[in-house]
Protein backbone atom coordinates (compact mmCIF):
# COMPACT_ATOMS: atom_id res chain seq x y z
CA UNK A 1 0.00 0.00 0.00
CA UNK A 2 1.00 3.28 -1.08
CA UNK A 3 0.76 6.20 2.02
CA UNK A 4 -0.16 9.59 0.09
CA UNK A 5 -0.18 12.85 1.97
CA UNK A 6 -2.26 15.31 0.60
CA UNK A 7 -0.92 18.94 0.97
CA UNK A 8 -3.16 21.85 -0.69
CA UNK A 9 -4.44 24.98 1.05
CA UNK A 10 -8.25 24.57 -1.22
CA UNK A 11 -10.67 22.32 0.10
CA UNK A 12 -11.81 21.15 -3.46
CA UNK A 13 -8.33 19.77 -4.72
CA UNK A 14 -7.63 18.12 -1.29
CA UNK A 15 -11.28 16.44 -1.69
CA UNK A 16 -10.72 15.51 -5.48
CA UNK A 17 -7.42 14.16 -4.39
CA UNK A 18 -8.25 12.39 -2.42
CA UNK A 19 -11.40 10.20 -3.63
CA UNK A 20 -9.18 9.59 -6.79
CA UNK A 21 -6.30 8.40 -4.89
CA UNK A 22 -8.92 6.74 -2.37
CA UNK A 23 -10.76 4.57 -4.70
CA UNK A 24 -7.30 2.64 -5.66
CA UNK A 25 -6.48 -0.79 -4.12
CA UNK A 26 -3.03 0.28 -3.92
CA UNK A 27 -3.01 3.49 -2.89
CA UNK A 28 -4.38 5.42 0.86
CA UNK A 29 -4.77 8.63 1.62
CA UNK A 30 -2.56 8.66 5.33
CA UNK A 31 -3.05 12.42 6.02
CA UNK A 32 -4.48 16.36 4.70
CA UNK A 33 -2.80 19.75 5.54
CA UNK A 34 -3.52 22.89 4.33
CA UNK A 35 -0.13 24.99 4.35
CA UNK A 36 3.14 24.12 4.18
CA UNK A 37 4.05 24.42 7.75
CA UNK A 38 1.93 21.34 8.21
CA UNK A 39 3.92 19.08 5.62
CA UNK A 40 7.13 18.22 8.25
CA UNK A 41 4.93 17.23 10.81
CA UNK A 42 2.63 15.55 9.25
CA UNK A 43 5.38 13.47 7.38
CA UNK A 44 6.51 12.61 10.57
CA UNK A 45 3.70 11.62 11.88
CA UNK A 46 2.38 9.99 9.28
CA UNK A 47 5.30 8.43 7.10
CA UNK A 48 3.76 9.12 3.66
CA UNK A 49 5.25 7.35 0.64
CA UNK A 50 4.56 10.36 -1.49
CA UNK A 51 3.31 13.72 -0.73
CA UNK A 52 1.13 15.56 -3.27
CA UNK A 53 2.55 19.39 -2.72
CA UNK A 54 0.77 22.27 -3.76
CA UNK A 55 3.53 24.88 -4.39
CA UNK A 56 1.61 28.17 -3.65
CA UNK A 57 0.57 27.99 -0.08
CA UNK A 58 -0.25 31.34 1.95
CA UNK A 59 2.21 30.85 5.45
CA UNK A 60 4.52 27.92 3.21
CA UNK A 61 4.84 27.63 -0.03
CA UNK A 62 5.77 23.94 -1.07
CA UNK A 63 9.26 24.92 -2.63
CA UNK A 64 10.29 25.38 1.42
CA UNK A 65 7.65 22.67 2.69
CA UNK A 66 10.28 20.49 0.23
CA UNK A 67 13.70 21.55 1.22
CA UNK A 68 12.33 21.04 4.72
CA UNK A 69 11.56 17.39 4.34
CA UNK A 70 14.90 16.40 2.59
CA UNK A 71 16.32 18.58 5.04
CA UNK A 72 15.24 17.23 8.39
CA UNK A 73 14.53 13.85 7.12
CA UNK A 74 16.50 10.97 6.98
CA UNK A 75 14.28 9.07 4.50
CA UNK A 76 12.24 11.33 3.11
CA UNK A 77 8.71 11.14 1.11
CA UNK A 78 9.35 11.28 -2.69
CA UNK A 79 7.37 15.18 -3.72
CA UNK A 80 5.03 15.35 -6.72
CA UNK A 81 4.03 19.10 -7.50
CA UNK A 82 0.52 19.80 -8.46
CA UNK A 83 0.19 22.82 -10.23
CA UNK A 84 -2.22 25.01 -11.93
CA UNK A 85 0.17 25.82 -14.68
CA UNK A 86 2.95 23.94 -16.40
CA UNK A 87 5.07 27.27 -16.80
CA UNK A 88 5.13 28.13 -13.27
CA UNK A 89 8.31 29.65 -11.57
CA UNK A 90 7.24 27.90 -8.41
CA UNK A 91 7.14 24.30 -10.43
CA UNK A 92 11.08 24.72 -11.28
CA UNK A 93 12.15 25.63 -8.20
CA UNK A 94 10.38 22.92 -6.57
CA UNK A 95 11.93 20.51 -8.75
CA UNK A 96 15.59 22.25 -8.00
CA UNK A 97 14.48 21.89 -4.14
CA UNK A 98 13.64 17.93 -4.61
CA UNK A 99 10.30 16.94 -5.92
CA UNK A 100 10.23 14.30 -8.34
CA UNK A 101 8.43 15.49 -10.62
CA UNK A 102 5.01 17.52 -10.84
CA UNK A 103 1.39 17.42 -12.67
CA UNK A 104 -0.88 19.70 -13.86
CA UNK A 105 -4.30 19.68 -11.65
CA UNK A 106 -6.27 19.27 -14.59
CA UNK A 107 -4.64 16.05 -14.92
CA UNK A 108 -6.71 13.20 -15.30
CA UNK A 109 -7.18 11.07 -12.30
CA UNK A 110 -5.31 7.75 -13.94
CA UNK A 111 -2.47 10.31 -14.86
CA UNK A 112 -2.54 11.59 -11.47
CA UNK A 113 -2.56 7.49 -10.02
CA UNK A 114 -0.16 5.94 -12.24
CA UNK A 115 2.51 9.28 -11.30
CA UNK A 116 2.03 8.69 -7.81
CA UNK A 117 3.17 4.95 -8.18
CA UNK A 118 5.80 6.05 -10.56
CA UNK A 119 7.78 8.32 -8.02
CA UNK A 120 6.70 6.13 -5.03
CA UNK A 121 9.24 3.76 -6.89
CA UNK A 122 12.02 5.98 -6.62
CA UNK A 123 11.84 6.87 -10.27
CA UNK A 124 11.02 10.31 -11.77
CA UNK A 125 7.96 11.74 -13.41
CA UNK A 126 9.69 14.14 -16.25
CA UNK A 127 8.33 15.86 -19.06
CA UNK A 128 11.54 17.06 -20.68
CA UNK A 129 10.09 19.77 -23.13
CA UNK A 130 8.28 21.19 -20.42
CA UNK A 131 11.66 21.27 -17.68
CA UNK A 132 13.77 22.86 -21.08
CA UNK A 133 11.04 25.73 -21.01
CA UNK A 134 11.05 26.14 -17.21
CA UNK A 135 15.05 26.21 -17.17
CA UNK A 136 14.95 28.17 -20.00
CA UNK A 137 12.92 30.62 -18.50
CA UNK A 138 14.10 30.49 -14.65
CA UNK A 139 17.27 29.21 -14.62
CA UNK A 140 20.86 30.69 -16.39
CA UNK A 141 23.42 28.35 -16.41
CA UNK A 142 25.52 28.33 -13.82
CA UNK A 143 28.40 25.34 -15.09
CA UNK A 144 27.83 22.99 -12.38
CA UNK A 145 27.92 20.25 -14.12
CA UNK A 146 30.96 20.73 -15.97
CA UNK A 147 33.15 20.36 -12.58
CA UNK A 148 31.19 16.86 -11.89
CA UNK A 149 33.87 15.12 -14.60
CA UNK A 150 31.75 13.13 -15.52
CA UNK A 151 32.83 9.98 -18.20
CA UNK A 152 32.16 10.20 -21.92
CA UNK A 153 29.73 7.36 -21.26
CA UNK A 154 28.19 9.00 -18.40
CA UNK A 155 27.70 12.39 -20.19
CA UNK A 156 25.89 10.19 -23.28
CA UNK A 157 23.52 9.29 -20.30
CA UNK A 158 22.97 12.18 -18.82
CA UNK A 159 21.87 13.74 -22.50
CA UNK A 160 19.50 10.76 -22.99
CA UNK A 161 18.35 11.05 -19.34
CA UNK A 162 17.52 14.76 -20.39
CA UNK A 163 15.66 13.48 -24.03
CA UNK A 164 13.05 11.37 -21.38
CA UNK A 165 14.56 8.24 -22.20
CA UNK A 166 14.33 5.24 -19.49
CA UNK A 167 17.12 2.88 -18.69
CA UNK A 168 15.76 0.07 -20.92
CA UNK A 169 15.46 2.81 -23.38
CA UNK A 170 19.08 4.50 -23.07
CA UNK A 171 20.20 1.20 -22.93
CA UNK A 172 18.92 0.27 -26.51
CA UNK A 173 20.25 3.57 -28.04
CA UNK A 174 23.91 2.40 -26.43
CA UNK A 175 23.69 -1.21 -27.15
CA UNK A 176 24.11 -2.19 -23.11
CA UNK A 177 22.47 -3.82 -20.58
CA UNK A 178 20.11 -1.98 -18.46
CA UNK A 179 22.07 -2.70 -15.18
CA UNK A 180 24.80 -1.04 -16.95
CA UNK A 181 22.49 2.05 -17.58
CA UNK A 182 21.68 1.64 -13.80
CA UNK A 183 25.04 2.10 -12.79
CA UNK A 184 26.16 5.30 -15.07
CA UNK A 185 22.99 6.40 -13.37
CA UNK A 186 23.34 5.99 -10.03
CA UNK A 187 27.42 7.39 -10.48
CA UNK A 188 25.71 10.59 -12.34
CA UNK A 189 23.77 11.28 -9.34
CA UNK A 190 26.38 10.51 -6.99
CA UNK A 191 28.52 13.27 -8.69
CA UNK A 192 26.31 15.83 -9.18
CA UNK A 193 25.12 15.17 -5.38
CA UNK A 194 21.07 14.97 -6.65
CA UNK A 195 18.72 12.78 -5.27
CA UNK A 196 17.55 11.51 -8.70
CA UNK A 197 16.73 11.85 -12.09
CA UNK A 198 14.93 14.82 -12.06
CA UNK A 199 17.44 16.60 -10.20
CA UNK A 200 19.47 15.72 -12.33
CA UNK A 201 18.32 16.81 -15.70
CA UNK A 202 17.43 20.13 -14.20
CA UNK A 203 20.59 20.38 -13.14
CA UNK A 204 21.79 19.57 -16.74
CA UNK A 205 20.03 21.98 -18.58
CA UNK A 206 20.57 24.80 -15.86
CA UNK A 207 24.52 23.95 -16.30
CA UNK A 208 24.40 24.01 -20.10
CA UNK A 209 25.25 20.91 -20.44
CA UNK A 210 22.49 20.18 -22.12
CA UNK A 211 21.50 23.28 -24.53
CA UNK A 212 17.83 24.50 -24.05
Excluded: C
Amino acid sequence: MIGVLIADDDALVRAGLRAIVGAEPDLAVTGEVTDGTEVLPAAVRLRPDVVLMDVRMPRMDGIQATRLLLERLTDPPRVLVVTTFANDEYVYEALRAGASGFLLKRARPEQITEAVRVVSRGDSLLFPAAVRRLAAAYGPPDGRVGGAELTARESEVLTLMADGLSNAEIAGRLVLGVETVKSHVANILGKLGVRDRTQAVVLAYKSGFVSL
